[in-house]
């Protein structure tokens, strides 16, 4: 009986710990959207432009820090070489630019799933020391989740 309870009472704690912040896969989560208009500067270290929109955000921990993922959505097909630059770190907020190469010639604009373009970057703990929110910024908004 006391066997039983000891059981439960630890699937009971262990699952409670599950959306704490003891929990490393819980590091960043609660990905909001910001309506924004972003006047965008090219500079010649990185003359691509920013994407339209972000339209997903995830930061996936693993062994020794977190993989930065978000979705970008150009509006057309054949947008590549896509970045996560890095253009402000303060106190506890990290913001990326999310940055692509327009294509060379005209395309179709096609559905939005053929348009749909993946840019990462891997941040170490030493990166991510004192980060609470990361920002992907586009044209049209930006996306943050929050520790």
Known sequence: MAFRLLITLTV???????STRLNPFNWF???REERIEVVDV???????????????LNVDPHPG???????????RQGYWSADLVEVERTEGRLVFDFRVFEPPT??????????????GT???????????????????NRRSVNR
């Open 106 to 119: 005209a395309t179709r604009q096609g559905t939005q799933r053929s348009r749909e373009i993946l840019a």
């Open 29 to 31: 989560g609660n990905e």
């Open 65 to 75: 820090g977190a993989i930065v993922r978000a979705i970008g959505l150009p509006p």
């Open 122 to 140: 891997e941040l170490s703990n030493q990166d991510l020391e004192g980060i609470r929110t990361i920002i992907v910024q586009a044209q049209s």
């Open 12 to 18: 009971i704690l262990g699952l409670s710990a599950c």
């Open 42 to 56: 090219i500079t010649i270290d990185d003359p691509r432009p920013l994407v339209s929109q972000v339209i997903s």
